[in-house]
């Protein structure tokens, strides 16, 4: 585990504003079953993990050399991706890769946010935007979501007047509640994008409407993805993920589709050579095994909706648990836990990590393997008794 008590000497000229922080990130804890960071439970299988060798063994004579700073062909790879997963087909410079869509994040904020600047998020929602807010010194200004956790649209579009963001951040669907975000809530999001004004801007700059598609490829299928608007509009930015459904959360691959205009933006402020050679390649190889990587992908969606009606068919303090519809591959649930952390400490006793995150009541899920699903249903009907 990480040692997060913030013993920083006084004598050190950290920044003010964040003097008193503490480093974010979920506990990375040695248990049998984790089902807390939404990741893929699913491993690569061996024919994959050869191809990541060959690749890697094939650049390694040149590692004394830079990588290619423009990542073409791995740009080449996203297209390629998109094309087949959400039926669009992207120029190169309509596409660009970094360390996780972490880093897209932050690529994003220091292109279009910065001091006197605002971000406009929908809570609850992932509790990273706040941070690459405080990072760039960007303001962050949220439009409450509604009790069922849907967009409140109106809310937004209201937020977007007023406060008159550079940057509406929605996530598609969102964490930590899994909620999808229709498309025709986005169309409407992204044309009033397209008229609004930005405080202390010229005339004729609207805000970019970012949307976080991390957990997309769960989605129903047969639903479009925002990708497909990029097209014909250059204030959208679209972020993707090789560490969810693809099952490649630990090389960190993320990817930006937008106009080339964001990308050329996002390029001005991105460290030279951030993609090393070693991720361009492991990322190449793991794209030419796209079948199966995505293979798991149907599979979770089934355990995801067995799991919900499982969890529904549950009690605490009398009461069914509540779970939050979801197209990702989490599930938000409970609603009514009055003792979130102690059923959350129970689940662990039995080796089951899970995560307390979202609203008061509430607790979040991953998705694993049946066998792990199995270990977790016995473990939470144990912990919810003993905690009642
Ligand atoms: N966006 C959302 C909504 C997420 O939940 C996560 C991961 N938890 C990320 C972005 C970042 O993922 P990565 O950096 O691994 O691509």
Redo the contacts with the bound molecule.
Sequence with gaps: TTDNSNAIPASLPLRNDLVGEEPYGAPQLDVPVCLN??ENPYAPDPAVCDSIARRVREIAPTLNRYPDREHIELRQAFSDYLARESDTRLDVDELWGAN????I?LQLFQAFGGPGRTALGADPT?S?YPEYARDTFTGWQLAHRNADFTLDVDAVLEQIAQVKPSMVLL?SPN?PTGTPLPFEDIERILAACETAEVAGAAEGVHPILVI?E??VEFRKPGTPSAVSLIKNHPNLAV?R?M?KAFAF?GA?V?YLAASKGIIDCVRIVRMPYHLSAVTQAAALAAFEHTDEQLSYVGHLRDTREATAAWLQGQTYKGQPLEVAESGSNFLLFGGHFDKREAIFDELLKRGVLIRVVGPDGWLRVCMGTDEEMERFRNALVESLRIVE
């Design positions: 960071v939404n996780g869509s972490n880093e994040m992932y990273m996530t964490n976080d991390a957990y972020s993920t560490s959360a960190r993320g």
